[in-house]
């Protein structure tokens, strides 16, 4: 008799962004005139640089030629690609990241999903709240998280540090010691940002007790402000407690091509329970070569491309593209009195909705009224109820389109 994992059977509902999915084509099928804008799930909508694309042309030309085609290929990554990683995200800050510290994959979602293969499910787990479902959801799926409470909307396991404009959202150290901390900055979905000094708290904390971070820099393309890390590992002691996860999907548009990376460093270690000390950098890359047969190599050329002139001036310019959609959002947001966070350092406006209007009301007022999608605060957590995100990932006359049909709704 086969059995299942019982841990899914406890996962409350739909995944947030299936939802979503779900009301608008319900929408859209009852009043199929209705022009959608979505601002809701964070998908890039500017084509792919054309260095990128170039390159990407050159690789498929190279697998049609026996001299030139690719099989099998490292499944940590091709070395022209970590060469041009370290070069050029890494060593400009001082960084001494090394080449097999450095891991390629298809995701910053898939290896934050997946690096639980390599921790006990004994571990205690903290994150902040709100929070990426993916982080919690792979952890209850592991049998980490415990119980679903309807109630609360939490899991009976899982330790949330609340994010609210009540600690300017900025996480307190947890009362109860956890095992594994999770951190997103800049954060989704709040697009909020750590200082140095206040990451560096974190980083001590970990030190002093023996806790691991998993540290999502995803969105770290998008700094504006000078104090603000775009790495971990620019806090001291940081490689000794934390594993930072980044991607191309966002900073380059990858969202469909699929390229991120992972760093390990070999100092950082964890612990069996009779506390001997394990380099997890080797336990992840017995996992990645068993489990993962590495990003094709057309894609890791195109990657590649990003780091080369004409690239970096390209990128640069789809990051402004999109910036400049947060200022238009957040703008027009303020001058209609919304209380607003975010939209500086990362492409994320997270507001409160009026007069505390639960958040998927608000969904479904944006929706049924302004014909605008974004996302309901507490589908990132308990103390997401009661916010609302919207992202700048669209285009730019769809974002001025957006903002006017809602000065029109909130005018009324």
Known sequence: ??????????????????????????????????????????????????????????????????????????????????????????????????????????????????????????????????????????NAMAGRAGDFLEKTGKWSDILYIPCTADNNFIPALPAQKPDIIYLCYPNNPTGTTLKKE????????????????????????????????????????????????????????????????????????????????VQLNKLWNRRHTTKFNGVPYI???????????????????LVNYYMTNAKIIRESLLNMGFEIYGGINAPYIWLKTPNNMPSWDFFDLLLQKAHVVGTPGVGFGPSGEGYFRLTAFGKKEATLEAMDRLKTLFNK
């Open 198 to 277: 206040q990451l560096k708290v974190w980083v001590d904390y970990a030190l002093s007790n023996k806790c691991l971070i998993l540290f999502d820099a995803a969105y770290e393309a998008y700094i504006s402000e000078s104090d603000v890390p775009h790495s971990i590992y620019e806090i001291e002691g940081a490689k000794k407690v934390a594993i930072e996860f980044r991607s191309f999907s966002k900073t380059a548009g990858f969202t469909g091509t699929r390229c991120a990376y992972t760093i390990i460093p070999k100092e950082l270690e964890a612990y069996t329970e009779k506390g001997e000390k």
């Open 299 to 317: 894609i890791q050329r195109a990657a590649e491309a990003v780091y080369s002139e004409e690239g970096k001036i390209q990128v640069s310019e």
């Open 1 to 138: 008799m086969a059995l299942v994992n019982e841990n899914y059977l406890k996962l409350p509902g739909n995944y947030l962004f299936s939802e979503i999915a779900r009301r608008v084509n319900e929408f859209s099928t009852a009043n199929p005139d209705a022009t959608i804008i979505r601002m809701g799930i964070g998908d890039v909508t500017r084509p792919l640089p054309d260095a990128v694309i170039q390159s990407l042309h050159k690789a498929v030309d190279e697998m049609s030629q026996a001299e030139t085609f690719k099989g099998y290929g490292p499944e940590q990554g091709y070395q022209f690609l970590v060469n041009k990683i370290i070069e050029n995200d890494l060593n400009p800050r001082g960084l001494n990241i090394q080449n097999d510290e450095v891991f390629v994959s298809d995701g910053s979602k898939s290896d934050t999903g997946n690096i639980g293969d390599i921790l006990s499910v004994k571990n205690k787990v903290a994150v902040t709240d709100p929070v990426y479902p993916v982080y919690v959801d792979t």
